[in-house]
């Protein structure tokens, strides 16, 4: 009597597992469904990340050498130099000055987007090139400061073609 329910108990067990087996396959490919759905999401993050750098680095080179042509124009022109072409000083006088207000608020920026390094070099520049207009420092100052900049911003946007 024992032996007629064995066939019974046995095919509830198995479809018993086979039922669990099914909700945990499910359960896992669920699991991994959100997974690759995160890694995409964290690759696209980091690839918005990189062009948002990439777009603000370009920008901070375009201002600081429109920075740094204005004070070359500058100094030459209050050291007499007569070449209309550089413009009259007082129009240089207020550009550069509108100049020195745009990179300054790049600062900010920087430090948020790039980190400490580059802002310390970003910091660098400006510098360089105030020190430049009131004749303490020359071009080549201007020019190692950008430089030491753009390195450090192309390492930061290629760190494995360094």
Not at 75 to 82: D, I, Q, T, V
Not at 139 to 148: E, G, H, Q, S
């Amino acid at each position: 009597m024992a032996w007629e329910w064995l066939g019974p108990v046995a095919t509830g067990v198995v479809g018993i597992a086979g039922i669990a087996g099914s909700g945990w396959a499910a359960v896992a490919g669920q699991r991994s469904q959100v997974e690759l759905v995160r890694h995409q999401l964290d690759g696209e993050a980091k690839r918005q990340h990189h062009a948002e750098r990439q777009a603000l680095f370009i920008r901070v080179m375009n201002e600081l050498t429109a920075l740094m042509n204005l004070a070359i124009r500058k100094r030459a022109r209050e050291g007499g130099n007569a070449d209309e072409t550089l413009g009259d000083l007082p129009a240089l006088n207020e550009s550069y000055r509108q100049q020195i207000v745009v990179v300054r608020r790049m600062q900010a920026e920087v430090a948020v987007i790039a980190g400490p390094k580059i802002a310390e070099a970003f910091r660098q520049v400006p510098s360089c090139i105030t020190k430049y207009v009131q004749k303490a420092a020359d071009t080549r100052d201007m020019t190692t400061a950008l430089d030491k900049l753009s390195e450090a911003m192309h390492r930061d946007l290629n760190p494995d073609n360094s």
